[in-house]
Structure formats: C-alpha cells, structure tokens
C-alpha cells in the first residue's frame, strides 16, 4: 500500500492527491468502485475534510473519479455509457446515432522504432497491432491502427476483440487491469491513400482528418499509441475547450 503520509513540499491537496492516484495505481481501488468517504480519507491522510475535498475536486476534473450525487465518490471506468466515447470526439451532425465496430485484424508484431518510443518500450518489443473501422449510419467513418505492449496485454487476440460488447477502454480495464485516464492528440489533414479510401470508401485523395492519440493509464505511463483517419463528410471533431 503507498504511503498515507503525504511528504513533499506541493501543497497538502496535491499531495493528498498523489496519494490517491498511487493507491489507484496500485489496485486498492479498482475502476468502478466507491472511494472512501473524506472523513475516511481524512483520517487516512491526516489532514481536514475540506483538504480532502480540494483533492477530490482535482481528481474529478481529471475524469479520474467521478460524484454520484448521493452516493458517494466512484473510480472512473471507460464502461459507465457516458465514460464510453470519452475520447472519441467525432460528433455526428444530427447527433442521432452511435457507433459500430468492425475488427480488421490483429497481429503480433516487432514494435517499430516510432511506436517503441512513444510506448516508452525496448527496441523491437513484442506489440499487439490492431485495426478496425468504425461505422454510423451504415458507413465507416474511422480507420483505426492501435498499437499495445505485449507484456501489459497478454491473451488479447481477435476473438476477444471481435466478441467484446463494449469499448476497447472497457476491456482493457476488465481483462487486463489497465485503466486510460488521460491521452494527447495530434491532429492534421491528410489526403486519403488508395488503401484507407478503399476501407472508407471515399476517393482517393479525398482529404482526411489524421488524429494520433498516445493514452496513459495512472502515473503517466503511456499503454496505447492509435493513429486514426476520420472521415468527416458528415460529422465533426468537437473538443470541449473549459
């Protein structure tokens, strides 16, 4: 268990804070379970109920818990339906259906120089690839390419993937114990290749917003790199500025 006794020079709240998410880390609170109350915490941390709060309310804003009214303080999990599509941003215009999934592939493979860097990885490690598309209204919109570390992600092949009902978050968290709390995108326009308009079935050429995701599970450790061409003839990427 870390340590309950909060020693750095950062505020109390933020200290209180860390405490939480290395207990997170280490699996004392599992995504979708209540947390503690703050007098618990309290008492845990030795500090006051309003430092507790104050470090509750950083955790929140971070999706990393979530408040139910009521009901007390919940780790975040990508299977809750509004937790879903946390990082899917692409908005439909007439907002009227969601997604669906179609596995293309999934294979084991040496991780490139690219994808080993940025999975903080050896050269050459063992990673799982995968691709999919994803449709509404009958037509793909997203090709996705996702790489994971074998070694985080043992026993992941394409007939769990293909028979998972919900999000790929939501079996990382179930099957493997990894839980994605935050990711950085890039984003630019590209020109479709003859192979991703095919699988879109766009024109070649047809311009494509090219969006790469790099997800990190607790303590900032990076578990996913997913490159994405968005078809966005008829949708948007929307991303909530506060």
């Known amino acids: 268990m870390p340590s309950t006794k909060p020693r750095s020079p950062a505020p109390l709240y933020e200290q209180i ?19 503690p109350s ?9 500090a006051s109920a309003g430092t507790v709060r104050r470090a509750l309310d950083e955790l929140t804003a971070a999706h990393i818990v979530e408040r139910r009214q009521g009901s007390g303080t919940f ?5 809750a339906p509004r937790q879903q599509f946390r990082f899917l941003r692409l908005v439909a215009d007439d907002e009227t ?14 991780a490139s120089a ?9 050269a050459a490690e063992p990673v799982i690839e995968v ?3 994803l449709h509404r209204r009958g037509r793909p919109v997203v090709l996705d390419e996702l790489w994971l570390a074998e070694r985080h992600f043992k026993g992941l092949n394409a007939e769990l993937l293909a028979t998972h ?4 978050y939501a079996l990382f968290e179930t099957h493997f114990g990894v ?9 630019r326009a590209v020109a479709a290749t003859p192979d991703a308009a095919r699988l879109l079935q766009v024109p070649p050429g047809e311009p494509l917003l090219s969006v790469e995701r790099l997800a990190f599970t607790y303590g900032d450790r990076p578990m996913e790199l997913r490159r994405g061409l968005y078809c966005t003839n008829a949708d948007h990427y929307r991303n909530d500025l506060n």
């Not at 780790?75 to 299977?79: D, E, F, G, K, L």
């Not at 009902?165 to 790929?168: F, K, Q, S």
């Open 97 to 110: 259906e969601g997604f669906t999934r179609e596995l293309l592939g999934s294979r084991r493979l040496r």
């Open 17 to 35: 804070r860390q405490l939480i998410v290395a207990a997170l880390a280490a699996g004392e609170w599992r995504p979708g379970d209540a947390l």
């Open 131 to 133: 691709r999919r598309l």
């Open 165 to 168: 009902p919900g999000t790929l």
């Open 38 to 46: 703050e007098a618990a915490l309290a008492a845990r941390f030795g």
């Open 75 to 79: 780790v975040s999990t990508h299977a």
């Open 179 to 187: 839980h994605m709390v935050r990711a950085q995108e890039q984003l």
């Open 114 to 122: 690219d994808v080993a860097r940025a999975l903080a990885l050896r």
